[in-house]
Nanobody
Framework: QVQLVESGGGLVQPGGSLRLSCASS????????MNWYRQAPGKQRELVAG???????NYADFAKGRFTISRDNAKNTVYLQMNTLKFEDTAVYYC?????????WGQGTQVTVSS
């Protein structure tokens, strides 16, 4: 059973920064792609960024230039550095991984951008 545990969310002012972390249980973390999704109130869950086992990153258009996804395979952890945060970045952020045909999600961490 794979468990994903997010941390690092919180309240931040517009223009501020946060770094989210997602710690993964299970073996062979390094061979799996990892993703960050978010869901704002009343909206569908959407992909923010993903990183492959080789460390190749991809981003949603809204995240390009502001967010950076990275991974530390020694710590079984994936990160999302978010800079220049905007009001519209307010959402619950979820860590996701697909392994062996199954989707695994963390419990989510709330990010609120407010003045």
């Amino acid at each position: 059973q794979v468990q994903l545990v997010e941390s690092g969310g919180g309240l931040v002012q517009p223009g501020g920064s946060l770094r989210l972390s997602c710690a993964s249980s299970g073996s062979r973390f390094s061979i799996y792609s990892m993703n960050w999704y978010r869901q704002a109130p009343g909206k569908q869950r959407e992909l923010v960024a993903g990183i492959s086992s080789l460390g190749i990153a991809n981003y949603a258009d809204f995240a390009k230039g502001r967010f950076t996804i990275s991974r530390d395979n020694a710590k079984n952890t994936v990160y999302l550095q978010m800079n220049t945060l905007k009001f519209e970045d307010t959402a619950v952020y979820y860590c996701h991984s697909r392994r062996g045909g199954s989707d695994y999600w963390g419990q989510g961490t709330q990010v609120t951008v407010s003045s």
